[in-house]
């Protein structure tokens, strides 16, 4: 790794793996305190680090001023010290770390429109039972693909129902956008976004659950693949 890219005093963004079989990851702050060839010294992280996260995949990233992108570096939780001398006179808790990457881009952003994996429990179905294609959702909208072109104006108001986790919800919406596009098979094929109207807060609070869920997952395969 070059030493310039992640040096010490720089506060950092940890992604850190918590369950590789869930797929789960949390968001976590440190600062630098040291960089070697081999090795990574963070301060003890907020939240803090247990001894629990020894061995665990890490993500250690942050913002390049000069283009807005946030680039970094993949590393593993060798070590949770509580004493790590930082002065002669001064020892701190602190995390270490053996890195195991190249530099590279990160997205560690809870996007508010995400595209489904293919078995994500999630399904969209128009007033006439058709399921159609999620192409990506949102707390706000969904955008979907679909075969019958012409079926949809801008602005024409639609009922659709949501299968979320086993949950069903009638949900209102409004056609803001449509483009057409032909499949590798040369079928049309229709791609309409559509903006919920009037959804209630638990159906909103719903969705915001299941969009950052969906972001969580993408982000754990782009951070640990």
């Given at each position: 790794?070059?030493e310039?890219?992640?040096k010490p005093?720089?506060?950092?963004?940890?992604a850190?793996?918590?369950?590789?079989?869930?797929?789960?990851?949390?968001?976590r702050?440190?600062?630098?305190?040291?960089?070697t060839a081999k090795n990574?010294?963070l301060?003890?992280?907020?939240?803090?680090?247990?001894s629990?996260?020894t061995?665990?995949?890490?993500?250690?990233?942050?913002?390049?001023?000069t283009?807005?992108?946030?680039i970094?570096v993949?590393a593993?939780?060798?070590?949770?010290?509580k004493?790590?001398?930082?002065s002669?006179?001064?020892?701190?808790?602190?995390?270490?770390?053996?890195?195991s990457?190249?530099?590279?881009?990160?997205?560690?952003?809870?996007?508010?429109?995400v595209?489904?994996?293919?078995?994500?429990n999630?399904?969209?179905?128009?007033?006439?039972?058709?399921?159609?294609?999620?192409?990506?959702?949102?707390?706000?909208g969904?955008r979907?693909?679909?075969?019958?072109?012409?079926?949809?104006?801008?602005?024409?108001?639609?009922?659709?129902?949501?299968?979320?986790n086993?949950k069903?919800?009638?949900?209102?919406?409004?056609?803001?956008?449509r483009?057409?596009?032909?499949?590798?098979?040369?079928?049309?094929?229709?791609y309409?976004a559509v903006?919920f109207l009037?959804l209630?807060?638990s159906?909103s609070?719903?969705?915001?659950?299941?969009?950052?869920?969906?972001?969580?997952?993408?982000?754990?395969?782009?951070?640990?693949s």
């Open positions: 790794m070059n310039d890219v992640i005093g720089m506060n950092v963004d940890c850190i793996e918590l369950d590789d079989r869930n797929e789960s990851l949390e968001i702050k440190g600062l630098v305190y040291d960089v990574i010294i301060s003890q992280t907020t939240p803090a680090m247990l629990s996260t061995g665990k995949r890490i993500a250690v990233t942050y913002i390049r001023k283009d807005n992108t946030r970094g993949s593993k939780v060798d070590k949770i010290i004493h790590y001398k930082l002669h006179d001064r020892t701190v808790p602190a995390v270490i770390l053996s890195y990457s190249q530099v590279r881009k990160y997205n560690l952003r809870f996007a508010f429109r595209s489904p994996p293919k078995n994500y999630i399904k969209l179905a128009l007033a006439n039972d058709d399921v159609v294609d999620i192409i990506d959702i949102s707390a706000s969904v979907f693909a679909h075969k019958r072109l012409g079926k949809f104006d801008i602005d024409q108001e639609i009922t659709m129902t949501l299968s979320l086993d069903l919800y009638t949900i209102r919406g409004r056609v803001v956008r483009d057409q596009d032909i499949s590798i098979t040369l079928k049309k094929i229709e309409v903006q009037e209630e807060e159906v609070d719903d969705l915001v659950r299941a969009v950052r869920e969906i972001e969580r997952k993408i982000a754990y395969k782009q951070l640990f």
